[in-house]
């Protein structure tokens, strides 16, 4: 509110409470007040002093009908009108000129003449006008000019009607009032008047004001309040307030709506009674405004102690009245209203405290527990007929079709009892079993515990459990007429098992259903579960809807301003209620009994539209027009503010949104709900382009029941995101990579084609001189390479033996003249020795030099490793032997490797060559392993002087192209041949390495594993 000085208030067409005040003009929707001030509306002040039904003739209908397009104004100081319509207002600058001011006797804004604002008046003590003029248009245009001597009705400027009337001498311009299109007139004396066309009639009052004792059938005491904004007639006496309701035939009908409010004392100046909620919102000048509403639930409670008024299970006694089993009797006089308590001495004197079960049983005698004790108590006598000790807490104690009681036990299972037995003893069910409620079923008995439901047969005794029960704490059953089983649970809230199915309804929004106590069927097609934060009502097609195709079920939330002391209802007992005969429902809380008649109680379901108030975007307000909005570019936040006129909990209001792209077809998951407490949606970056913002409002009961406001918002896009921009963006891009790609093609065009010739001329010289020159220097170099290997191998292997023979055979025929044959024979067979040795190595330097020279293509072939070896050694053998040495062949049998014969056998040759040749008293070992993962390994080893480390690293290295290296001799005691294994491991490609030390030397061959044959 923004000030208390409420100089009027009315109902709009949408449903909303206005309230003029002099600082601004303000709007109640059950939850909030909006002010709408100068700022907002464009007046030059906030002082708003009446509202009025608008005399624009719209054909709109009537308030109470709450057509479309029916608006009311509200007037501000300097003359200016604020037009409220669709649930929003703004200054109308015509209205005052193009109405007021053509209204007979307002010609130059004439002032004693004063347009009605409603009884009472502030004018009433200080304005005497000369003319007084009613408004009756509602959207018809029509009006009342009323004077000392007569009455008119005109529609515009046209008089359709005069009448004529002199009521006093002292004209009473506040005792006219109107309901409806009747236009009434109350006199000194009491008496109500009609006027019409016709004349004046006295008018009949019935209804509650002739029931009343202190009404005497006149006007004179009592008070009018007539709101004429929103067509609505109340008399006040003696702090009662009436409705009054126009009967065309019978008068005006009277309701009583208020009883023990004082109104003088508030000082109440306007009054307006909601329809749907039956909510009373009176307007005082100087204490505010006041809401008052209606409460259909009673809280009954007995004078003593807090404690003692916690209540559990309770049972009808009498026409109207309930007992607990502490033996308290609460009743209400039907007549009267008074509660009174009364106490049943024998149950009295059998209290421990225990209020969680009892029940009457066929005879109408009474079964109470207490703790662990069974009593059959006859109230008419006030005495104890049984009593049974089962020395165990007893749950719960419930009678079967037969007669029998149930009995539940917190630790011993499930006993009966039967009552005809002359010595009745409980017999043990089933043990294990912690009963929370018991139920029949047919045939058959429901017991609910912590663990789920089991069925039992009366007869047998045999117990089942509902599987999709098991785990579930239950709380309550209720089996209905169509014997589907309905339960509460703890934490699952209600459930329900039809024909082997289990249907879990939906909590509430705070989860308040996740600790419900039992269900109470009405008989009127609604559920009543009582919870520890308030109570809800469900109605059941809602129920068995869901059951069959799942929607967003309403639930109707009921608190404690509708008549409670305290939301949190009792359960744990058996009955959790009851109900009385004339159909009034009594359920335990905390703080008393709550009693209600399902059929009185105002369901105050959310079924108002939905208004969208303002538009702040960018920090900035914008306003409103229609259901299209057109956004400024680049809204970095936009925030729609909501609103809904209710004025029963808040808490059922359930408001959801989704925010669409222009034609997408809303779905299921595009629902958010409105979480914030203004009904506020924000929305951060929201892109160009045409968007749909629905939101979606549950009006109350029923399938399906939503009201869904649709808004266009269009966010304009900026210069460049615009699709001229676009199109020019690209056209300029595309253009400008054109005439660039155009300009540089012809230039590098011109100069490739220069290039081009200048190249291709140049290019075939120089391919034609680096062919020859490349064929020169490759014939050159294997020239140059053969003549090194062949110089060298002349000068070293076959220059030198040679030499030796010459001189050792110019020795033997002195030898022989000497007689020293045995040395002649020595050097014959060295010489021998010699020969085949050279003449080994030139057959496999010519082998050698006919692959280089004649390009003799390579053949590989298994070759048999331990048959070359033998063959090889057997060249020698004697000069082997000569020299002490040991050979080893340890090659195994049929051991083969993928090679080519010929070059094998030259690599084998040179390395047993060299072998024996650096070899003296030592051995010469050859052995060959095969690997599935390195294949074919061949070693060569001999005792005596090692290689040397240059060598070593020749043989080691592989040989790049780019050098000459190869051409150089290993050195004055090497020759031709290890320079020929190189070369020929290469050719066959077998990887050669070398190793020397401490006096070993040790040739590896490793043939290559991917080879085949």
């Known amino acids: 509110m923004p000030q208390n000085s409420v100089r009027n208030l009315a109902a709009d067409a949408e449903g909303f409470i206005w309230i003029a005040t002099e600082n601004g003009l303000a709007r109640f929707d059950g939850q909030r007040f909006n002010v709408f001030d100068k700022s907002f509306v464009g007046t030059t002040s906030n002082r708003f002093y009446m509202l009025s039904p608008s005399m624009n003739p719209r054909g709109a209908g009537r308030p109470g009908q709450q057509k479309p397009g029916y608006e009311i104004y509200a007037a501000a100081d300097h003359n200016q009108f604020v037009k409220i319509e669709h649930g929003v207002a703004k200054l109308d600058s015509l209205y005052y000129k193009n109405k007021i001011l053509t209204l007979p006797h307002f010609d130059n804004g004439n002032p004693q003449t004063l347009i009605s604002v409603g009884i009472p008046t502030y004018l009433r003590d200080f304005a005497r006008p000369n003319y007084y003029i009613i408004p009756d248009s509602y959207g018809e245009g029509k009006y009342y000019v009323i004077d000392s001597a007569s009455v008119q009705l005109y529609r515009g400027e046209r008089k359709l009607s005069q009448t004529a009337f002199a009521p006093d001498t002292l004209l009473l311009w506040w005792n006219y009032f109107m309901l409806g299109d009747q236009l009434y007139y109350a006199d000194e004396s009491g008496k109500v008047l009609g006027i019409n066309a016709q004349g004046v009639r006295p008018v009949h009052i019935e209804g509650d004001m002739l029931r009343d004792n202190q009404y005497n059938g006149q006007f004179k005491g009592m008070k009018v309040f007539w709101n004429i904004t929103s067509n609505q007639l109340f008399f006040y006496h003696h702090k009662k307030l009436y409705v009054a309701l126009e009967e065309r035939k019978r008068g005006l009908t009277t309701q009583l709506v208020l009883d023990g409010y004082d109104l003088d004392e508030q000082v109440i100046q306007s009054v307006y009674r909601d329809p749907a909620t039956e909510t009373i919102f009176l307007g005082s000048p100087s204490r505010g405004l ?4 209606k409460q259909t639930f009673e809280a009954l409670t007995s004078p003593e102690p807090d404690i003692a008024n916690v209540y559990y299970a309770t049972v009808p006694k009498g026409e109207r009245g309930v007992l607990t089993p502490t033996g308290v009797v609460l009743s209400k006089d039907p007549i009267t209203g008074m509660v009174t308590t009364g106490k049943v001495p024998v149950l009295e004197a059998l209290n421990t405290g225990d209020k969680r079960s009892l029940f009457y049983d066929k005879k109408g005698l009474l079964w109470v527990k207490m703790a662990g004790e069974l009593y059959q108590v006859d109230l008419e006598t006030n005495r104890i007929l049984y009593k049974l000790d089962l020395h165990t807490e007893i749950k719960h104690i419930y ?21 005809s037995e002359k010595d009745p003893q409980p017999k043990l069910v089933r043990d294990s079993i912690k009963g929370t409620y018991l ?42 007429k169509a014997n589907r089983i309905w339960m509460t649970a703890n934490s699952d809230g209600l459930l329900m098992y039809e024909k082997d199915k289990l249907t879990r309804f939906p909590l509430d929004r705070n989860r308040y259903l996740g600790s419900p106590h039992c269900i109470v069927d009405d008989g009127h097609g609604f559920f009543w579960v009582p919870t520890d934060k308030g109570l809800f009502q469900m109605a059941i097609k809602d129920l068995l809807d869901y059951s069959r195709a799942p929607f967003d079920l309403f639930y109707l939330y009921h608190s404690k301003e509708e008549g409670f002391l305290t939301n949190e209802f009792n359960g744990g007992c058996q009955p959790c209620a009851s109900t009385l005969k004339d159909g009034t429902i009594s359920l335990p809380s905390l703080n008393g009994l709550i009693w209600f008649r399902p059929e009185k109680v105002i369901k105050k379901v959310p079924s108002a539209g939905i208004v969208l108030d303002r538009i702040l975007v960018n920090r900035q307000w914008l306003g409103r ?13 936009a925030r729609f503010f909501f609103s809904t006129p209710y004025y029963g909990d808040a808490y059922n209001l359930n408001l959801s949104y989704a925010l669409l792209d222009e034609w997408e077809p809303v779905g299921t998951s595009d ?35 939503y009201m869904i406001r649709k808004i266009c918002v269009i966010v304009p896009p900026l210069w460049y995101q615009t699709w001229w921009a676009k199109i020019l963006l690209v056209m300029a891009v595309a253009g400008g990579f054109y005439l660039y790609n155009s300009f540089r093609l012809r230039n590098i065009s011109r100069e490739k084609e220069r290039l081009e010739d200048i190249v291709a001329k140049r290019t075939e010289s120089l391919n034609l001189a680096l062919r020859d020159v490349e064929e020169s220097k490759n014939e050159m170099s294997k020239q140059l390479h053969m003549l090194s290997r062949l110089l060298t191998s002349m000068t070293h292997d076959i220059q030198s033996p040679l030499n030796y023979i010459m001189l050792t055979s110019g020795s033997i025929p002195a030898m022989i003249e000497k007689g020293e044959l045995g040395v002649v024979s020595e050097i014959g067979q060295v010489i021998s020795n010699s020969s085949r040795r050279m003449s080994d190595l030139l057959r496999g330097l010519l082998d050698y030099i006919k692959v280089h020279v004649y390009g003799n293509s390579i053949q590989f072939e298994n070759v048999a490793i331990r048959q070359l070896v033998e063959n090889k050694y057997e060249l020698f053998r004697t ?30 040759h040179n390395l047993l060559d060299n072998a024996v040749k650096f070899t003296h008293n030592g051995t010469i070992k050859v052995t060959a392993t095969e690997d599935t993962g390195s294949g074919v390994v061949m070693r060569i080893s001999n005792s005596g002087a090692g290689i040397p480390l240059h060598v070593i690293d020749i043989i080691n290295t592989p040989d790049r192209e780019d050098t000459d290296e190869e051409m150089r001799p290993f050195g004055r005691k090497t020759g031709l041949g290890l320079l020929i294994v190189k070369e020929v491991a290469v050719l066959i490609d077998v990887r050669l390495h070398v190793s020397s030390e401490a006096e070993q030397t040790c040739f590896t061959l490793q043939f290559n594993t991917v080879r085949t044959v």
Request: hydrophobic share 40%.
């Open 439 to 480: 139920q029949t079923f047919g045939d058959k008995m429901l017991v609910a515990t912590t663990t789920g439901l089991y069925v039992f047969d009366r007869h047998s005794g045999k117990a089942n459990l509902v599987k999709s029960t098991d785990g579930v704490y239950i709380k309550s059953l209720y089996v209905d």
């Open 290 to 293: 006041f809401v008052l509403t």
């Open 625 to 637: 027009s229609g259901d299209t909005l057109v956004l400024p570019a680049n809204p970095v936040q």
């Open 671 to 705: 629902w958010i709900p409105i979480q914030s407490n203004d009904f506020s949606i924000v929305f951060s970056n929201l892109g160009h382009g045409t968007h749909t913002l629905l939101v979606r409002k549950v009006n109350g009961f029923g399938k399906d029941n």
């Open 879 to 908: 000069a082997s032997e000569q020299k002490g040495n040991v050979f080893e062949n340890e090659v195994p049998a049929g051991l083969t490797a993928p090679s080519d014969a010929q070059m094998l056998a030259i690599m084998v």
């Open 399 to 419: 009678p079967d079709q037969d007669g029998k009681i149930w009995i539940a036990t917190g630790t011993k299972g499930v006993y009966t009892l039967d009552p």
